[in-house]
C-alpha cells in the first residue's frame, strides 16, 4: 500500500515539526497538519519564518523547503481527513484536571474528539497513526469508536509514539535513536505497519525502525519517558547529599556517566526537570498501576515525581535562607523561564513553581527569557491559581534585557540553561546588583571560581 497523503490533527509541538520532516523527506506526499486552534495555523503560514509558532533550531529551514509544496498547514479539518490515505492523531494529552483520575490520568477527550470526527467524516479506507503519548490500551477505544460510529469502511489502527526532546526537535527527528511502529498481528494490521515504516524509510536505516504490537508500542512511550525523568531525579536526589559532604555531583555524574553501562547523558543536576511530559506521563503510568492494583509499582514511579517536586522546593527555600531568611520587597531576578534552552516552551517549567515560592514570600521576581514573552510568564503563574492576576503582576515583571533585569537585584537565579548567558559580561551586572550579590546557578551552568572572583556568592546546585 502506497500512502499519498496524510493528514496530521495538532499543529504543535510534536505534529508541526513531525510532519514537516516527513513532508521535506517523502514530496510525493501530500502532508496536511490542521488545528482548531486559528492563530497557530496563521503563524504556521506565516511567510516570516521568525514568526512559526514554536520556536525550535533548525524547523524554520525545513518548513521553508517543504510548505507550498507539499507541507500545507490549515483550519479546513473535515476536507483534510477525507482526502487522507493515514491520519496522524497528535493532540494534546494533559493530566485530567477534573473527576476520576484528576491530577493522574490523561485527559483522553482531544483524542476521542478526533476519532468521533475522523469516523463522522471518513469516506474511504484510512490508516489512523496515534502520534500522542496515550495510556496502554488506547487504541482498543480508539478502534471501538471508529468501528461503532463510522461509515461501514475499514479503520487500521497504528501507534507510533514521537520521541523528539523540544530544542532537539529537527536533529532527533531527521537521526532519531529509533522509530517505533506498532500495529495489528492481523494482515492487514501489517501492512499498515509497511505502510508507515516506507514513509519513515525515506531517511532512517531500516534497522532503526521497531515493529512491535500495539500495547507494547503504548506502554514503551511511557516508560521510556519515565526511565528518563527517573535519571534525573536520581541525580538530584544526590544533590543535597553533595552539599552536606563536599562531594561535587558534576564530578560524580561524570565519574559515574563513564561507566558504559549507566552512560553519561540525562545525568546533570538542576533545579528539577519541566517540559509538558515526564511529570503527566510519569504521574499517568502511576494511575495505570494504581487501577491495576499494583501499589508497590505506582509507589515505585511515583516517587521520581516527588524528587523533583522537592528540588523545586529546595531551590527557592535555598534563595530564600541565603538572603538571610527574608525576600520581601527584595529584587530576584530569573534568567531563564523555559523549561530547558532552545525552547519557547514554558510548560511545567521549574521557573512557574519557585516564581510562585518566592512571591510567597513578597519577592520582586524579575525575568528575563530570551524567548519567552512577558504574557507566557504572568499567564503560567496565574494558572497556578495561587493568588490574584493582579498580584501576580504586581510581584512578577518581566524584562527584555538581561542587564536591566538584574540591575538592582540582591540575587540571580539560573533557571534555563540558556548557552547566550555565559556570554554576558558578569563584572557588570555584579557591579549593578545590590551586595552582597548572590548567584544561585539552578543549571550549574556557570564557573563558579569565575563567579566568585568576580565577587559573587555563588551557589550550585549539589556542590
Ligand atoms: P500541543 O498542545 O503543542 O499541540 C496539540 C495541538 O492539538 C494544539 O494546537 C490543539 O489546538 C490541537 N488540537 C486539540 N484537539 C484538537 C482537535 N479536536 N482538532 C484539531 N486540533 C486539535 O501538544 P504537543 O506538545 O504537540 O503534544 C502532543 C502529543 O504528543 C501529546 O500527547 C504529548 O504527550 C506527545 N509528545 C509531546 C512531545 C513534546 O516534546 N512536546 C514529545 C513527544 C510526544
Ligand atoms: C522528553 C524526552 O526527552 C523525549 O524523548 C520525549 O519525546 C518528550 O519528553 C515527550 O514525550 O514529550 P522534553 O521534555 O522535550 O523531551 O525535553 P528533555 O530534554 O527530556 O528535558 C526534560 C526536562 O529535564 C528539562 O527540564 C531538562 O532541563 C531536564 N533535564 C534533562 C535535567 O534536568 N537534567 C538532564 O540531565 C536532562
Redesign the pocket.
Known amino acids: 500500500m502506497k500512502i499519498k497523503s496524510i493528514c496530521c490533527i495538532g499543529a504543535g509541538y510534536v505534529g508541526g515539526p513531525t510532519m514537516s520532516v516527513i513532508a521535506q523527506k517523502n514530496p510525493h506526499i501530500k502532508v496536511t497538519v490542521v488545528d482548531v486552534n486559528k492563530e497557530r495555523i496563521a503563524a504556521w503560514n506565516d511567510e516570516d519564518l521568525s514568526r512559526l509558532p514554536i520556536f525550535e533550531p533548525g524547523l524554520d529551514g525545513v518548513v521553508d523547503q517543504a510548505r507550498g509544496r507539499n507541507l500545507f498547514f490549515s483550519t479546513e479539518v473535515d476536507e483534510a481527513i477525507d482526502e487522507s490515505d493515514m491520519i496522524f492523531i497528535s493532540v494534546n494529552t494533559p493530566t485530567k484536571t477534573y473527576g476520576a483520575g484528576k491530577g493522574m490520568a490523561a485527559d483522553l477527550q482531544f483524542v476521542e474528539l478526533c476519532a468521533r470526527q475522523i469516523a463522522r467524516v471518513a469516506t474511504s479506507d484510512k490508516i489512523v497513526v496515534e502520534k500522542s503519548?496515550l495510556p496502554v490500551k488506547t487504541a482498543e477505544a480508539i478502534k471501538d469508536i471508529l468501528d461503532n460510529t463510522g461509515n461501514g469502511i475499514h479503520f487500521e489502527i497504528l501507534s507510533n509514539p514521537?520521541?523528539?526532546?523540544?530544542g532537539t526537535a529537527i536533529q532527533d527527528l531527521h537521526h532519531p535513536d529509533r522509530v517505533l511502529i506498532g500495529g495489528e498481528p492481523t494482515d492487514s494490521g501489517q501492512k499498515a505497519v509497511e505502510a508507515l515504516a516506507e514513509i519513515y524509510a525515506s531517511w532512517v536505516p531500516k534497522d532503526q525502525i521497531i515493529t512491535t504490537n500495539l500495547w507494547s508500542s503504548e506502554l514503551s512511550k511511557l516508560t521510556?519517558?519515565a526511565f528518563?525523568a527517573q535519571r534525573?531525579s536520581s541525580i538530584n536526589a544526590l544533590t543535597e547529599l553533595c552539599e552536606k559532604t563536599g562531594a561535587n555531583i558534576d564530578e560524580v555524574a561524570n565519574a559515574i556517566g563513564t561507566d558504559s553501562r549507566i552512560g553519561s547523558k540525562?545525568?546533570?543536576a538542576?533545579v528539577g526537570?519541566?517540559?509538558?511530559?515526564?511529570q503527566k506521563?510519569i504521574l499517568n503510568l502511576v494511575y495505570i498501576c494504581k487501577s491495576l492494583g499494583l501499589n508497590e509499582s505506582a509507589d515505585y514511579w511515583e516517587q521520581v515525581i516527588l524528587m523533583n517536586n522537592h528540588q523545586r522546593t529546595r531551590f527557592a527555600n535555598k534563595i530564600v535562607k541565603s538572603l538571610y531568611g527574608t525576600v520581601a520587597d527584595k529584587k530576584i531576578t530569573f534568567f531563564g523561564w523555559a523549561?530547558?534552552k532552545d525552547t519557547n516552551d514554558t510548560r511545567e517549567s521549574a521557573a512557574i513553581y519557585i516564581a510562585d515560592k518566592l512571591i510567597e514570600e513578597h519577592a520582586q521576581v524579575a525575568a528575563y527569557d530570551p524567548k519567552v514573552s512577558e504574557l507566557q510568564m504572568q499567564s503560567d503563574l496565574n494558572y497556578l491559581n495561587t493568588r490574584s492576576e493582579s498580584e501576580n503582576a504586581q510581584y512578577l515583571t518581566s524584562y527584555h534585557d538581561p542587564y536591566q533585569a538584574a540591575h538592582g537585584a540582591h540575587a540571580l537565579a539560573i533557571i534555563t540553561e540558556w548557552d547566550e548567558f555565559k556570554t554576558y559580561d558578569w563584572t557588570l551586572i555584579y557591579q549593578n546588583m545590590n551586595k552582597p550579590a548572590f548567584i544561585f546557578d539552578g543549571r550549574n551552568l556557570l564557573d563558579k571560581t569565575k563567579m566568585q572572583a568576580i565577587g559573587f556568592n555563588y551557589v550550585g546546585i549539589g556542590q
Open positions: 503519548t514521537e520521541f523528539l526532546a523540544e521510556a519517558n528518563l534525573v540525562f545525568l546533570k538542576s526537570f519541566g517540559g509538558s511530559c515526564f506521563d523549561f530547558k
